[in-house]
């Protein structure tokens, strides 16, 4: 149980998946379908105002954007849990690796860092976030084949 991987072939060109990624009006639009507070950019502090069904509110915290190619981010993982004080909980980073491919991008998602997770919550985290990329990834398909 260290990472999550997905792998997709997204029928768009590498442009429209950056912007889907990258963009916080688009994000939203597939990603949560919530409202998002802030900018992606490097060392930004993104606010996503998500629904409990969607894991409640959470911060992404951007690292790294180089366009069209990667995008990476930190937040903490699984749905939002009052009891605890997320400044002393560790994060997981997210990075999205976009490469050509023969008919779209190959688009990589990967999510490490869960063994920097308390043992009593990262099974419980690591099992919903291994379903939220399932969902998120066909949502990402649906959006991009949408936009074209």
């Avoid at 060109?13 to 490097?42: H, I, M, Y």
Wanted: with cysteine; net charge negative.
């Amino acid at each position: 149980m260290h990472s999550i991987e997905r792998k997709v072939l997204l029928r768009a060109p590498r442009s429209r998946v950056w912007n889907a990624l990258t963009d916080v009006k688009k994000f939203s639009q597939w990603f949560c379908g919530d409202s998002v507070e802030g900018a992606f950019a490097p060392g930004a502090r993104v606010h996503v105002n998500a629904s409990a069904e969607q894991g409640g509110n959470f911060d992404i915290f951007v690292q790294e954007m180089q366009p069209e190619h990667l995008f990476t981010w930190r937040w903490h993982p699984g749905a939002h849990d009052s009891s605890l004080d997320y400044a002393k909980e560790p994060t997981t980073l997210v990075e999205f690796k976009l490469a050509d491919a023969e008919g779209g991008t190959l688009l990589t998602i990967t999510e490490s860092g869960f063994d920097a997770i308390s043992l009593a919550r990262r099974a419980k985290v690591f099992g919903q976030n291994n379903q939220g990329w399932d969902d998120q990834v066909r949502n990402l398909e649906r959006y991009v084949n949408q936009a074209a």
